[in-house]
C-alpha cells in the first residue's frame, strides 16, 4: 500500500555504499522507502543500480532486529540464539573484562570500517584508547586506501583522495585513470570524464581488462597486474628525454628531482615494454598529451594500489605528476579514488592503529597531549600505535583474543580470507555488529543488530574531502542501535561513560574539537553549515573560514613547503607465475555488487543481474585448458582453491585471470589472494599472485 501522507517523510540524503556518496531524496512513511536521485554537486542527478536498489534492504526479512547470543555460551558449534540487549551487553563487558585480566589490555583488539559514519568513526578510535585502553585497533580501509595515503603523506604532506573537486575532471583536456573503472564501480562519476570528452578531452586508461571505462578511452593500456610502477617510470623517462619536464614548477615547488631523473633512466622504454606489455608507441602517445595539455589529471586507484609495492607504485604516478607540473594548478593534478562510502572520513578520525582525529600521529607526544585534553584523559594513558588491519587479524587466537568487529566482514574481505576465518576461531571471544548475519558475524559469540543508514544520522567524509550529511528518515527494525549509541552504552558499562555521547551532533563537535590544528581540521565545520552549502571540504580550521576545495595551491604541507619526489623501482611480483601457477590473478569489483557482499548479495534487483560469482578468462587460455563460457573453473593458488563461473572474453589478457571479491565459501577469491604487505601502508598484495586454472565442470 502506499504510504499514508500524513505518516510519510522525504529526506535528502545519500546513497550508502561508495564514495562518490551520491545525493538522494528518500521517502519513508509506511515501509517500503522509495528514493530518487537528488541534483547534488558530485552526482547531478545520477545514481547506479547499487543505489537504486538500496531501500530493498531496509526491510529485508534478514535484518537483525534484535542481539544474539550461542545458545550455550563459549560454544560456537551452538546455534546464535535472540536475547535482550542487557544480557548481550552483559556478555560483552564479562568478555572484555575476562580477557584483559588474563592476557593484559592489548588482548581485546577493535576492528572498524569504512562504512561507518565520521562519528562513529572517531568514537571507535576513541573507545579503543580510553574505554579499552588498547592500541588493537584497525579498519577495513586499509585494505583499500592506504596505499595512495601512504604516497600522498610522502609525497605533499597530506592525504586527501582527490585535492580537487571531482567536477575538475570535466574540465580536464587529458586524463590517465590507472588501476581505476568507475564505469562499473561509480558510474554517475562517468559524466565528468564524458564531459571532458565532449569538449576534446582525451581519456586513457591502464587496466589489465578492457573495462566499460577502457572501452570509453581513446587508449587502452593493457599492463600486467604489478607493472604499473614500472609503466610510470617508463613514462617518465620520455618526458625526460623529449625534453617534457616542467623544470620551473620542478624548481620552484618540489624537491628530490635529481634522484627521480637519475633512476628513471634505467627505464628504456623497450625494456617497460617488455615489463609491462605497454607498446613503446602508447606510452609515448600519453607521455605528449599529458605535457601538452593545459589541464591533465593522473588518477590512480586499487588496480594501482593493492600491490605489495603499492606505496611506490602511486608514487610513482606522483613524480610523474609532479615532473610535468601537474599537482597544485588549478584543473590539473594527480589524485586517488577512493572506494569506500566513507573511506576517507574513516581514515582521518583515528580508527587507524597509528593516528589519532585528525590524521595526528598517535606517537607525536605534542599530538597525544592535545586529543588527551579534549577526551579529558591522562596523555600518558593513551596506548601507542598498535597493528594495521592484516597483522592484527593474523595475531588473533596468539596475542589478541578477543575481538569487537563493527561494520566490516572480514571472513570475505581480508586477504587469504580462510587463514583469517582459522584465526577468528581462535578467538576466546568475538563480538560483530552488524545488520545482516555475515561470514564473520556467524562465527560471533555475540551479534549486535546495527542501524542501516537511513535510521541514522551522522556525516561522511565523500572522495573529494567534502564532510557531507547522513540523515535520519526511518527508525531501525526491532532493537537494532546505531553504533554509536552501542559504544556509548559500552563504554557506560565499562566505567568510561562520562567521556562518550551517544548524540552524533555532539560526538562531530567534539571531533572538531579533537582534529582542530591537525591535517585533517575539521574546526569550522558545523552540521548546519554542512547542510546549507552542501557539503564542505576539509580543512576548514575556523568557523569563518571558506572550506578548502582545492589543496596545493600555494604550498605543500610539507616543512619546506615542497613537494617530494621519491625515487622508487620495479622490484618484481611478490608471487610470480611458475610452472605449477602459470597465469597472475587479479581481483576486483562488479558494478552490481558491493565490497563482502552482505548487503548487495541480499538485494532482490542487484542479484538478477549479478547473480553468480564468474571468473574472466582469455579465449586463448581457456582453449588450453578445454574450458568454454558458463564452465565450473577452479582457481588454485599457494593459499587455497575457490570455484567460479568462466567467462570466456578477450577484455582480459591472455595471461591474467580475472575474479570478483564479494563472495566468500567456496567462492571467495580472497581464500586465493596474498596477504604480503606493502612496507609503509600495510597494504596486502590483494591484485597480483600466481594461479593455476582447471575446468571442474560444465555449466
Ligand atoms: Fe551509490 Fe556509488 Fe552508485 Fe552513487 S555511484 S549510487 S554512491 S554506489
Request: proline share 7%; net charge negative; with cysteine.
Amino acid at each position: 500500500p502506499a504510504p499514508s501522507a500524513s505518516r510519510t517523510r522525504t529526506t535528502q540524503t545519500h546513497c550508502p555504499y561508495c564514495s562518490l556518496q551520491c545525493g538522494i531524496a528518500l521517502t519513508a512513511g509506511d515501509r517500503p522507502a522509495t528514493l530518487v536521485p537528488a541534483d547534488f554537486p558530485t552526482n547531478r542527478g545520477g545514481l547506479c543500480s547499487k543505489g537504486w536498489s538500496a531501500p530493498e534492504l531496509l526491510d529485508h526479512p534478514e535484518r537483525l532486529t534484535r542481539p544474539l547470543v550461542r545458545s550455550t555460551p563459549g560454544d560456537r558449534t551452538s546455534p546464535l540464539v535472540e536475547t535482550s540487549w542487557d544480557a548481550a551487553m552483559d556478555l560483552v563487558v564479562a568478555g572484555i573484562r575476562r580477557t584483559q585480566e588474563a592476557h593484559g589490555l592489548d588482548a581485546v583488539g577493535c576492528f572498524g570500517g569504512g562504512g561507518l559514519t565520521n562519528e562513529q568513526a572517531y568514537q571507535f578510535g576513541k573507545f579503543a584508547r580510553v574505554a579499552l585502553r588498547t592500541s588493537q585497533i584497525d579498519y577495513n580501509g586499509r585494505f583499500c586506501m592506504s596505499s595512495a595515503a601512504g604516497a600522498a603523506n610522502r609525497a605533499f604532506g597530506l592525504d586527501r583522495g582527490l585535492p580537487f573537486p571531482l567536477a575538475d575532471l570535466a574540465g580536464a583536456d587529458v586524463l590517465v585513470l590507472v588501476g581505476s573503472n568507475p564505469a562499473d564501480t561509480m558510474p554517475p562519476a562517468m559524466q565528468y570524464l564524458d564531459a571532458s570528452r565532449e569538449k576534446g578531452g582525451r581519456l586513457f586508461v591502464v587496466d589489465p581488462r578492457r573495462t566499460a571505462t577502457a572501452r570509453a578511452a581513446e587508449l587502452h593500456l593493457q599492463a600486467l597486474p604489478g607493472t604499473d610502477l614500472a609503466l610510470a617510470n617508463g613514462l617518465l623517462h620520455i618526458a625526460v628525454a623529449e625534453g617534457l619536464v616542467d623544470e620551473q614548477y620542478v624548481a620552484a615547488r618540489t624537491t628530490g628531482w635529481d634522484a627521480v631523473r637519475a633512476s628513471v633512466k634505467a627505464y628504456w622504454p623497450d625494456r617497460v615494454e617488455r615489463l609491462t606489455g605497454v607498446p613503446v608507441t602508447a606510452m609515448r602517445r600519453v607521455v605528449l598529451a599529458l605535457a601538452g595539455a593545459e589541464n591533465a589529471i593522473v588518477l590512480t586507484a586499487r588496480g594501482a594500489e593493492q600491490h605489495r609495492n603499492g606505496t611506490d607504485t602511486a608514487q610513482a604516478w606522483i613524480n610523474l605528476s609532479l615532473a610535468l607540473g601537474l599537482v597544485g594548478r588549478p584543473g590539473s593534478g594527480w589524485g586517488t579514488v577512493t572506494g569506500q562510502g566513507n573511506g576517507q572520513g574513516g581514515r582521518e578520525h583515528g580508527q587507524k592503529a597509528d593516528q589519532l582525529p585528525g590524521y595526528r600521529m598517535l606517537a607525536d607526544p605534542a599530538a597525544r597531549a592535545h586529543v588527551a585534553a579534549v577526551w579529558g584523559v591522562d596523555p600518558d594513558s593513551l596506548p601507542q600505535p598498535g597493528r594495521s588491519a592484516f597483522e592484527l587479524l593474523d595475531a588473533l587466537g596468539r596475542d589478541v583474543h578477543a575481538l569487537l568487529v563493527l561494520a566490516s566482514n572480514v571472513a570475505v574481505s581480508a586477504p587469504d580470507a580462510r587463514r583469517v576465518m582459522s584465526r577468528l576461531r581462535e578467538l576466546q571471544f568475538l563480538v560483530v555488529s552488524d545488520f545482516f548475519l555475515s561470514e564473520t558475524s556467524e562465527l560471533a559469540d555475540v551479534v549486535l543488530p546495527s542501524a542501516m543508514w537511513a535510521e541514522e544520522d551522522g556525516t561522511m567524509t565523500n572522495l573529494e574531502g567534502r564532510v557531507i550529511r547522513r540523515r535520519r528518515t526511518l527508525d531501525p527494525p526491532g532493537e537494532a542501535r546505531d553504533d554509536l549509541a552501542l559504544l556509548a552504552d559500552l563504554a557506560d558499562r565499562l566505567g568510561a561513560g562520562a567521556h562518550f555521547s551517544a548524540d552524533p551532533e555532539t560526538v562531530f563537535a567534539e571531533l572538531g574539537r579533537a582534529s582542530a590544528g591537525g591535517r585533517a581540521d575539521y574546526a569550522g565545520i558545523t552540521w548546519s553549515r554542512v547542510d546549507d552549502e552542501q557539503g564542505v571540504f576539509w580543512p576548514c580550521p575556523t568557523p569563518d573560514h571558506p572550506g578548502t576545495p582545492r589543496l596545493f595551491l600555494d604550498r605543500f604541507p610539507t616543512p619546506d613547503g615542497r613537494a617530494r619526489f621519491v625515487a622508487v623501482e620495479h622490484t618484481g611480483a611478490h608471487e610470480p607465475p611458475d610452472a605449477e601457477h602459470p597465469y597472475v590473478l587479479t581481483t576486483g569489483r562488479v558494478m552490481a555488487q558491493y565490497q563482502s557482499g552482505t548487503q548487495s548479495r541480499r538485494s532482490r534487483s542487484l542479484q538478477l543481474v549479478a547473480p553468480a560469482p564468474r571468473c574472466e578468462l582469455h579465449p586463448d587460455l581457456a582453449a588450453r585448458h578445454g574450458i568454454a563460457s558458463d564452465d565450473v573453473v577452479e582457481l588454485t593458488t599457494r593459499r587455497g582453491k575457490a570455484r567460479f563461473i568462466a567467462t570466456v572474453t578477450d577484455a582480459v589478457r591472455p595471461d591474467v585471470v580475472f575474479a570478483p571479491f564479494h563472495w566468500g565459501g567456496g567462492s571467495s577469491a580472497n581464500a586465493l589472494t596474498d596477504a604480503a604487505l606493502d612496507p609503509i601502508s600495510r597494504m596486502p598484495a590483494f591484485k597480483t599472485c600466481a594461479v593455476a586454472v582447471a575446468r571442474v565442470g560444465g555449466p
